[in-house]
Each structure stands twice: as C-alpha cells, then as structure tokens.
C-alpha cells in the first residue's frame, strides 16, 4: 500500500495516496490536534488514517526506502533543519516519485539546502514559493 505524511508545522512532510499514515510532532497543540482528529472524523477519512506523533526526521525512519511516492516538506527554516528533513526522507521516495516543500524563495535556509541536495529542483510557477524535485536515480 502507498503511505503518506503529514507533519506539524515545524517539520511538515505531505503525502497522499491510498492509504495514509500521519505523523504530527508532540509539539503541536492539544487544541490543534483535537480539531485535526475532528476533521478527520467529519470528512470520514479517521479509519484510513495512522497517526504517529513524531518529529520529521525520526518519522522518516518508520518508513522502508524506496516506500512513498511523495513527500512535501514544510518544516523549520534554517539551512540545517531543512538539510535535515531532505536527507531522512529523500531515501524513503521511490524512484519516479517526488520530494517537494515550501517556502523555496522566501528563506535562504531552504533555498540553499534545496539546491544543494537536489540540484534541478523546481519553482513552481505560481508562487515560486514551492519546489519539487523528481527522483530519477
């Protein structure tokens, strides 16, 4: 089955596919988290969820390589957070597959870790603030 992430909003990683496994740090809010299990209950979407609370990069060690089609990275800032999250989950993307994020030109942290990492990573038009890159080796 295809497993996905989603991470708090310091070490964000998003995936959605068939199946779904969560992962949300311990240091989100109790409220937060209560509303987010609340809208997982509403849209009936709660029993094709696995929550795990983890930060990014220990969540990443949960998952097989070669396992997810796709990972979104909307985490800490800092050239060495991003360094961090890119280098845990860049593995764990099967070949064909895409590791993308955010905040691509507003914080020279992720800019540069991006492009070192993943050099041909792309803007996305419409905002330049999201990149994506296709692993193809």
């Not at 930060?55 to 097989?64: G, H, K, M």
């Not at 957070?81 to 590791?99: E, H, M, N, S, T």
């Not at 507003?106 to 990492?117: D, H, S």
């Amino acid at each position: 089955p295809t497993k996905g992430l989603i991470m708090n909003p310091e070490d964000h990683s998003f995936d959605m596919f068939n199946e779904i496994e969560l992962a949300i740090s311990d240091k989100l809010s109790e409220s937060l988290y209560h509303t987010f299990i609340h809208n997982l209950i509403r849209t009936n979407t709660i029993k094709t969820v696995n929550i795990i609370r983890e930060t990014s990069w220990l969540a990443a060690d949960l998952f097989e390589d070669n396992s997810v089609y796709f990972v979104y990275i909307d985490a800490g800032h800092l050239y060495e957070q991003i360094k961090r999250d890119i280098l845990a989950w860049y593995p764990k993307v099967k070949i064909g597959g895409v590791i993308a994020g955010h905040d691509f030109m507003g914080f020279e942290g992720v800019y540069r870790a991006v492009t070192e990492l993943l050099p041909g990573a792309i803007a996305y038009e419409h905002d330049q603030c999201s990149w994506f890159y296709r692993k193809i080796a």
